[in-house]
């Protein structure tokens, strides 16, 4: 019998999304059936040789998790896709847990829907229903309580209690028991290193092995042998045959921190790995099956690495099964002392000194300072001033640069010359407002002396805001109101150009642009819809 087309089977109650789903797969040449309840799925699939499920979590007759595992438990589940508006990482979790092989959120496009399907039917399994168990495995070994649990500021190498790092935790808690693929963001030092070690240890596979690779800190060509191992005489100077991180973390977690930094072509050889879960090692052929969990992190934003052709699509959404984005230190109020009094204690004992505490000034200091090198500079603040100072309070002068001077940090989006036209009346605004920080007039940021920042280009004072300039009449203030233009429109230039010049880093240039990344990308989004 001639090779058939895949035959997929879509299960929506909306009429309008089955058709446009239809519409978006039939170019691919797939059969299609099309039922509305999980009645109707249930009976399609006992008749007919069903390849895959794409199927709304939101059914009439049944929760469509249940639908997914009576149809495991009868050894009928087919390789199945989860398409849900509930954005929450538990739904995706448990729809993966129910043996989803994707999990996709609604609205999602066309060219993303066809490259999942197309994804989840190349992955190696039975050609038709039943499909591959894919719920996790369990090792049976109950989830191990945080060490810390006695203290409600710690969570698993984590010190704060602010409600972003609470939601942090509860999103850890919620994923660490699946076998499900975890996406890290946030700026350098955030503790996305700590966070993979958290799911870890929370999960049943705790007592197994964590390793970490960094795929910024191995050089390119022997990236591949780090993670996959290699045998002896692959390449010079491969004397013996080695492991590879992938095999060291069977049963356990393996962490590519800076996935950001893997080059395509082995892009393409851990998405192979992550569809099939066997390994091959530079120099063989053999292929070798491993049980491992991944988790993933990077400081860049991973959407606009897939824009801009860096980072396969296809791998980002295999990988971004459930994605944890922590948030940068500034943003997280009171943890910023409770990390400062936690280190002050550590470090002090172990340099034996006798520190105490901070000074209320020295407090304030490290409440306000913006810390673009988050809890990692934090620590290393608290370590200078320890090994360097004695007594029992640290005040503001031990603090090293920039903390010991009064200054104003500005954003280096602002030091930008093109900010003039805006930083210019905010300069004179902050003047007003803040004599005591005046400098004169010759100073850098246009009269305010803000004191190691100089913004180039704002020199001359702003235009006076009650008059036209001397000497223009009605036509002079025609053409100055020619030149204002909506305030929606200077908000979306700056967003563009702050994107631009953090080289499409939208995680930092909402952080320099002091907004949240999710105001990016809903502006985005809805400039994108039109
Ligand atoms: N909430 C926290 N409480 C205590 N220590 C923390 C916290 N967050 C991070 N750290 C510590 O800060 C340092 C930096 O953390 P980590 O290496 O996990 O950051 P990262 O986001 O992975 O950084 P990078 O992107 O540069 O790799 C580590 O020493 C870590 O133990």
């Known amino acids: 019998m001639p090779d058939q087309p895949p035959h997929i089977l879509i299960l929506e109650p909306a009429p309008s999304l089955s058709l446009a789903y239809v519409n978006a797969l039939k170019r691919d040449g797939y059969r299609i059936s099309v039922v509305d309840s999980a009645r109707g799925a249930r009976s399609a699939i006992a008749d007919q040789a069903i390849d895959l499920l794409l199927t709304n979590l939101q059914i009439p007759d049944m929760p469509g998790t249940d639908l997914l595992r009576a149809l495991g438990q009868d050894g009928r589940l087919p390789r199945t896709i989860v398409l849900t508006a509930l954005g929450s990482v538990q739904v995706a979790v448990d729809a993966m847990r129910a043996g989803a092989a994707d999990v996709l959120l609604l609205p999602v496009g ?196 897939v824009q801009a052709g860096r980072f396969r699509e296809d791998l980002f959404y295999r990988l971004q099964v459930i994605s944890i984005e922590l948030p940068p230190l500034r943003e997280r109020g009171d943890d910023i002392l409770l990390i400062a009094r936690h280190f002050l204690t550590k470090f002090g004992r172990e340099e034996r000194k006798e520190f105490k505490g901070f000074s209320r000034d020295a407090e304030e200091i490290l409440r306000t300072y913006n810390w673009p090198g988050n809890v990692r500079q934090l620590l290393n603040v608290v370590r200078n001033v320890v090994v360097l100072n004695d007594g029992e309070e640290i005040k503001p002068f031990m603090f090293p640069p920039p903390l010991n001077k009064p200054t104003m940090i500005v954003p280096p989006i602002l030091q930008d010359p093109r900010w003039a036209a805006v930083a210019g009346p905010l300069a004179s605004q902050m003047g007003q407002a803040f004599p005591h920080l005046a400098a004169p007039p010759s100073g850098p940021f246009g009269g305010l002396g803000i004191p190691g920042v100089p913004i180039p280009g704002l020199g001359a004072a702003p235009p006076s805001p009650t008059g036209p300039p001397p000497g223009r009449g009605e036509a002079g203030w025609a053409e100055d109101e020619g030149r204002i233009r909506p305030l929606w429109m200077v908000e979306e230039e700056a967003i563009e150009q702050a994107i631009r010049l953090c080289h499409g880093n939208i995680t930092r240039a909402a952080a320099l642009l002091e907004i949240n990344p999710c105001t990016i990308y809903r502006r985005r989004q809805k400039k994108r819809a039109g």
């Open 110 to 305: 066309t060219e993303r829907l066809r490259g999942a399907v197309s994804t989840v039917l190349s992955a190696p399994g039975p050609a038709h229903a039943p499909a591959p168990a894919a719920a996790p495995r369990r090792t049976g070994k109950p989830v191990a309580a945080s060490p810390e649990a006695a203290d409600p500021d710690q969570f698993y190498g984590f010190i704060g209690a602010s409600p972003p790092m609470k939601a942090a935790y509860r999103l850890i808690e919620a994923a660490a028991p699946s076998k499900a693929t975890v996406f890290i963001t946030g700026e350098s030092g955030t503790g996305k290193e700590v966070c993979a070690e958290a799911i870890h240890r929370r999960s049943p596979r705790g007592d197994r092995p964590f390793i970490a690779i960094n795929c910024a800190a191995i050089p390119k060509d022997l990236m591949e042998s780090e993670i996959f191992g290699h045998v002896r005489g692959a390449f010079t100077g491969a004397s013996t045959d080695h492991a590879g991180a992938a095999l060291q973390a069977d049963g356990g977690t393996l962490f590519l921190d800076e996935i950001g930094e893997m080059d395509l072509s082995l892009q393409a050889k851990l998405l192979r790995f992550l569809q099939t879960g066997m390994v091959k090692k530079v120099g063989s052929e053999k292929l070798e099956p491993v049980d491992v969990r991944i988790v993933c992190a990077t400081n860049r934003d991973p959407y606009a690495e």
